[in-house]
């Protein structure tokens, strides 16, 4: 038995490098072509026509984009002709430098829409935002599973979606918070997700940065919980019940982004505890007015 632990480790550990050595081949491909495009600007004009085409790749890179994100047949179903991104960053190192709605593929999984937020560190793949308190996050397990909402607007991405992206890897997760007084603050941290058969386990794999302190609690490992699925921590209390929406919650009292949406402090105590709130920047009771969370792999930290 530990023989075969031990090789399924050193599997892990090669599919892990793997996933790293493709996301560096994909880096030098848009490096590459990026070069090219330099090249054809200084082509002398007069050796240019009239019916001069665009660099292959570039042609190439604009039929994906109109094949796979955008373009639908008749049901109304995208269609498919090329290969779909694994995450919002393979779409940023593709070219795609916009912000908004795509459709991703991570090995093993059906296509997927994500809202994929491009800044200048490359593309995050956004998992949840509450910004307006359109959307009720007081939902089952089955709901957390599968997401919900409108990637535009207020959604929780989904757990099993979550996980094909991550897939046992190395992610980092940026949190950013905003409070009713146009103050921000963000915090971030690696982890990676485990699946179902783990209550979807958040593994912390490296310490937090940012200017807030630790409000996930002093513990590595957190499951998922729900109020029909209570996992936490708190052997006499279902957190997710008492508190409102599913978290990975620890002990109940550190942070909860999924709560009830409140556009003032409700004069019940009850009531407050149940709001959306990260313990360590505003307090237990002040419910906060949007967050985002996203994630991009922590691999990319390391290559030039």
């Not at 089952?140 to 992206?165: I, Q, R, T």
């Not at 046992?168 to 915090?187: A, P």
Request: aromatic share 10%; net charge neutral; charged share 25%.
């Amino acid at each position: 038995q530990s023989l075969m632990d031990a090789q399924n480790v050193r599997i892990d550990e090669l599919l892990q490098k793997i996933k790293q050595q493709q996301y560096k081949l994909d880096k030098q491909n848009l490096q590459i072509k990026s070069l090219q495009s330099k090249v054809n600007l200084l082509i002398p004009l007069h050796l240019k026509d009239n019916k001069t085409q665009s660099p292959k790749w570039k042609i190439n890179l604009q039929k994906s984009f109109s094949l796979t994100n955008q373009s639908q047949n008749a049901s109304g179903e995208p269609v498919l002709m090329q290969k779909l991104p694994e995450d919002c960053h393979q779409l940023f190192l593709a070219g795609q430098q916009s912000s908004g709605v795509f459709q991703v593929q991570p090995a093993g999984s059906q296509p997927f829409k994500v809202y994929c937020d491009m800044t200048a560190e490359g593309g995050w793949t956004v998992i949840q935002r509450r910004a307006d308190g359109s959307v009720d996050f007081d939902r089952l397990w089955d709901a957390y599973k599968n997401g919900f909402g409108d990637l535009h607007g207020d959604f929780w991405l989904g757990l099993e979606k979550m996980h094909h992206l991550i897939q046992e890897g190395r992610y980092n997760l940026l949190i950013e918070l905003e409070d009713w007084e146009g103050n921000s603050q963000v915090v971030q941290f690696v982890f990676s997700l485990g699946g179902e058969s783990t209550a979807y386990m958040l593994n912390l794999l490296g310490p937090l940065s940012g200017e807030l302190e630790n409000a996930i609690g002093d513990f590595r490992q957190l499951p998922f919980s729900t109020r029909d699925r209570d996992h936490d921590l708190k052997a006499d209390t279902n957190c997710a019940k008492h508190l409102s929406g599913g978290w990975w919650f620890s002990t109940c009292g550190h942070a909860n982004l999924n709560g009830k949406y409140f556009r003032s402090i409700p004069r019940q105590r009850h009531e407050r505890k149940q709001g959306i709130f990260w313990k360590t920047w505003k307090g237990r009771y002040y419910p906060l007015k949007s967050t985002t969370m996203k994630i991009q792999p922590a691999t990319l930290e390391a290559e030039p």
